[in-house]
């Protein structure tokens, strides 16, 4: 079955530390990619979506997710996080071939101490 | 101001009633969803609609209704055959489902509801 894995259930950084979270996905056909934030008491908001090209996408905030198809993987990525992106981090793969699907992970929380 | 709206935003019910949690938007979208949002599950689908009076069952339906009269409303009902129903309620909605560009299936969501069951 399809299914996308966070590996990383809890991350605590330090301000200006740097970020990676990862996100892998079982399904050999295409897919569009997507990363969400939670931010406290915020709704759930996109951060940046992959759907063809360039397998580097930049989201808002200074985030950016490359795509490695070859390891079916598309981690996030800040070089320096700040106290502000505290929050819970979804990856999220759409499958549009056959029976739709858009399949979300199981989340990662970030808290970054200042 | 466009955007999706859920209300109540606190929902308390009591074991073998029925409850329906409202979903609006004014984004014009054609698809919508709904999602069941459990500490350390992330998000799970439990009805989506591509278009008026249409729905499909996602991946957890069991004990869940909907209904698509309208564009804008896609209210869901959680019934008392739902054997674990206290969780966060997400409702989405996107311009569509497949195709028509980047931005087609990109989801939107609201603010959620929070169900209890007493």
């Known amino acids: 079955a399809q299914s996308v894995s966070q590996h990383n259930h809890h991350v605590i950084l330090s301000e200006a530390a740097s970020l990676e979270l990862g996100c892998n996905y079982s399904?050999?056909?295409?897919?569009?990619l997507f990363w969400y934030v939670q931010y406290p008491g915020q709704h759930l908001q996109l951060l940046l979506k992959y759907f063809s090209g360039d397998p580097l996408v930049k989201g808002i905030k200074g985030f950016e997710a490359e795509f490695i198809k070859s390891k079916f993987s598309f981690n996030l990525r800040k070089p320096s996080v700040q106290w502000s992106d505290t929050a819970e981090y979804f990856c999220?793969?759409?499958?549009?071939?056959?029976?739709?699907?858009?399949?979300f992970g199981t989340g990662t929380r970030l808290k970054v101490l200042a | 101001d466009g955007g999706i709206t859920q209300s109540p935003k606190y929902l308390f019910r009591k074991e073998g009633q029925n409850v329906t949690l409202s979903c609006e938007q004014n984004l014009n979208h054609d698809a919508m969803y709904w999602y069941r949002q459990d500490p350390g599950q992330g998000l799970r689908l439990i009805y989506y609609?591509?278009?008026?009076?249409?729905?499909q069952k996602g991946d957890i339906a069991e004990g869940y209704s909907v209904s698509r009269e309208k564009k804008e409303s896609f209210p869901l009902t959680v019934t008392s055959a739902q054997k674990n129903p206290t969780a966060f309620y997400l409702c989405?909605?996107?311009?569509?489902?497949?195709?028509?560009?980047?931005?087609?299936?990109?989801?939107?969501f609201g603010p959620g509801t929070r169900l209890t069951v007493l």
């Open positions: 399904y050999g056909g295409t897919v569009n």
């Open positions: 999220a793969v759409i499958i549009t071939s056959g029976t739709y699907k858009y399949i």
């Open positions: 989405a909605s996107s311009a569509g489902l497949a195709g028509g560009g980047s931005s087609y299936n990109e989801q939107f």
């Open positions: 609609s591509q278009i008026v009076n249409d729905f």
